[in-house]
């Protein structure tokens, strides 16, 4: 039972909440709106690489897009209104002086502000004076793919109930006590309200330009002043301190990417699309729940001075549902480029009583101190200085071969990929560039000397970007080296920024095409050898943005191919999948890959507390057994228990290169090995 302190603190929140009267939000259009939106309009249909817009039709484009942006999960538009944003939409007569609605804009996203205090109002009085049947058979829908829009109020609301049931049971089963799970909850939905109400018009006006933006592809979008560190989702945000890049989505802010050398990078227990849920301070002793929070909010919570701490509870990107939670500590420190810089191990393999040496660099991306170089400072410091180090010591070491791992690469200086690719190739064009206004040229660097002509393999991931990608497909098209991993991200675009009146914009201005003529838009770059995944990387990637640019192809350049022994890769590849039905190492990844698959076709989530706990106790059961039926296989002593496991895991120390349990990193330096022990110390010297 609740003390009548605590029922008083609980009518504080509620009568505080009260006073968030609905239909508040009501943002509108000013004349400064109208001028900066037509200037952003005529700015990227003048200048983007595709004008393939219509204009007569993009108002009811831009509409659609907005109402998808808003409500994907369709549980704040009811049908009705819908069809008369639509309606609203199509009786727009666009004139030459406008294509657009601006005003159809802000009254979608007041309803949509507006709505969301609705549903927080109703949860907070929900938890107020209702109780839960944890007992009661129903179940939530979380497969958005096949919703339709409500009709009813009572069907809206009871979606919105079954989402504060499950809050609630997600609590539960954290083993959270009663009473302050309705705490938690009534300043979670509390807080969400207060933060949707700080909205100003610079907010609004971002929103609804860079929904606008978004139709011509996802990577051109509005800054304004303040809104590089708000809304701005293409930008992302630097968490000060750790090392991250965040966005939001579904009330959580979500790590979009983790910055190279980072504190979060290094902890190695954060990756893409985990999800944060509370943060909590050295000198605090409770977590403080950041879930509906503003994401620039959340971003003030994280950074703090170098060398203090912070705690984050997150929800995994590979968590089965939003009950796994998991506790990360990380010391924040400030991102210098030493800490980005490449880093190299060797590694020593035996194949038929034949030692070799298989060298590692690990480039997390590809960096350049670009004010040294302006200076001409010439020991500034950069990726193809640093790896050109590398390459040279592995030469002394007589190294058989090398392994640049590209994974979660996201990019960096395109001239850095250039010098890169020389390095390993010697001086020639790595890629094509075509412009917005059908000019295609060839670039690359002639005055680069190949370094490294031995074997050579390169490690990506669905992570590996832009650069990255430039560099990868040059090794593969030249037959220099082996591509191995999982296919690439697939931005090929390029874009550039441009002064507007009032901020800035992000223009996509060209096209990065292989020397083959292909594009690496959307498609990125297909790896010569298929490492597993322990998910489904579909919803990741270029090709998972609705209005991504799609893949074409230029005219090939001339270039010569190196003499890469086709028979040779055949036999490695023949290898590689004898290793993925026999390798402990890689059936676990592939049994990860299995559960999860069969876990994502799920389309509702149980709201019954016993089967949820059943399911949890199952889930940690499963990892147990899969854990150890590895290590059985490998002589390795099992764990008695699910928290020994835990415990063991959070134990380990691991290296910058982590050749015990990087799992794919193995098998590549296997992979590579094949290679070189089959190929008797292939030279790749020149190309034919």
Do not use: C
């Not at 200076?375 to 193809?384: L, T």
């Not at 040279?392 to 071969?401: E, G, K, P, R, T």
């Not at 990019?411 to 206004?437: D, H, R």
Request: aromatic share 10%; net charge negative; glycine share 4%.
């Amino acid at each position: 039972m609740l003390n009548l302190n605590k029922i008083l603190s609980l009518l504080i929140v509620f009568s505080t909440f009260e006073v968030f009267s609905l239909g508040e939000f009501n943002f509108k259009v000013n004349d400064e709106n109208i001028i900066l939106g037509k200037e952003i309009f005529e700015n990227i249909a003048d200048h983007h690489y595709s004008n393939k817009i219509e204009k007569q039709t993009f108002h009811v484009q831009y509409i659609d897009a907005l109402i998808e942006e808003l409500d994907p999960n369709k549980n704040l538009f009811f049908g009705y209104e819908v069809r008369k944003f639509q309606r609203m939409a199509e009786v727009f007569k666009p004139s030459r002086q406008n294509f657009f609605n601006l005003e159809d804009a802000y009254k979608i996203i007041n309803i949509y502000f507006n709505r969301l205090l609705e549903v927080t109002d109703y949860q907070s009085q929900f938890i107020m004076t209702e109780s839960f049947d944890f007992t009661l058979d129903e179940n939530l829908d979380i497969y958005p793919d096949d919703n339709v829009y409500p009709k009813t109020r009572h069907e809206l609301k009871q979606r919105w109930r079954k989402t504060t049931k499950n809050d609630f049971l997600i609590s539960l089963l954290a083993d959270t006590e009663e009473d302050n799970i309705k705490d938690s909850l009534l300043s979670r939905y509390s807080n969400r309200s207060k933060r949707i109400l700080q909205r100003n018009d610079e907010d609004v006006f971002s929103l609804a330009m860079n929904t606008l933006t978004n139709q011509f592809d996802p990577h051109s979008s509005y800054m304004s002043p303040y809104n590089a560190e708000d809304f701005e989702i293409d930008m992302s945000l630097k968490l000060g301190g750790i090392g991250a890049l965040l966005s939001t989505k579904d009330d959580y802010a979500i790590i979009v990417s983790l910055v190279p050398g980072g504190p979060a990078e290094l902890s190695g227990e954060l990756n893409e699309e985990d999800r944060i849920v509370k943060i909590r301070q050295e000198n605090e002793e409770v977590f403080t729940d950041v879930t509906g929070w503003r994401i620039d909010e959340i971003v003030k919570n994280i950074r703090g001075e170098p060398q203090s701490k912070v705690e984050l509870e997150i929800i995994p990107a590979d968590s089965e549902d939003d009950t796994e939670r998991k506790n990360v500590l990380i010391t924040r420190e400030i991102v210098e480029l030493k800490e980005r810089e490449a880093k190299s191990k060797i590694v020593n393999i035996s194949r038929e009583n034949k030692d070799y040496k298989i060298g590692i660099i690990d480039l997390p991306s590809f960096y350049i101190d670009f004010q040294a170089w302006q200076e001409k400072d010439p020991n500034y410091k950069s990726s193809s200085k640093d790896v050109k180090k590398i390459l040279s010591q592995f030469n002394a070491d007589d190294v058989d071969a090398v392994i640049l791992d590209l994974r979660n690469n996201s990019g960096g200086a395109l001239s850095e990929a250039n010098k890169l690719t020389a390095l390993f190739n010697a001086p020639g064009v790595a890629l094509q560039i075509k412009e917005a206004t059908g000019n295609v040229f060839p670039w690359g660097d002639g005055r680069v000397q190949q370094i490294w002509k031995k074997p050579m393999a390169v490690l990506v991931n669905r992570y590996s970007a832009s650069a990255s990608e430039i560099f990868a497909g040059a090794i593969q098209d030249y037959q220099r080296g082996l591509v191995i991993g999982q296919r690439t991200f697939g931005k090929g675009t390029v874009q550039r920024i441009e002064n507007l009146s009032v901020g800035q914009m992000k223009i996509t201005e060209s096209k990065f095409y292989r020397i083959t003529g292909d594009s690496t838009q959307s498609k990125g770059i297909e790896p010569d050898i298929l490492l597993p995944t322990t998910r489904n990387l579909d919803d990741v990637g270029e090709s998972a943005l609705p209005t991504h640019l799609p893949w074409d192809k230029v005219k090939p350049t001339r270039y010569r191919m190196f003499p890469l022994d086709k028979n040779l890769l055949e036999v490695t590849k023949r290898n590689n999948l004898v290793r993925m039905q026999s390798d402990p190492n890689l059936i676990y990844l592939q049994d990860v890959r299995k559960r999860f698959d069969s876990q994502n076709e799920k389309k509702n989530l149980s709201l019954i507390l016993n089967v949820r706990k059943q399911e949890q106790l199952e889930r940690k059961e499963w990892y147990l057994t899969t854990e150890n039926k590895r290590r059985s296989a490998l002589g390795l002593a099992s764990f008695e228990t699910y928290e020994d496991l835990e415990a063991f895991n959070d134990t380990l120390e691991l290296d910058d290169i982590n050749t015990q349990s990087d799992y794919l990193l193995l098998e590549s330096i296997e992979i590579i090995s094949d290679f070189v022990s089959y190929g008797e110390m292939q030279l790749f010297g020149q190309a034919k």
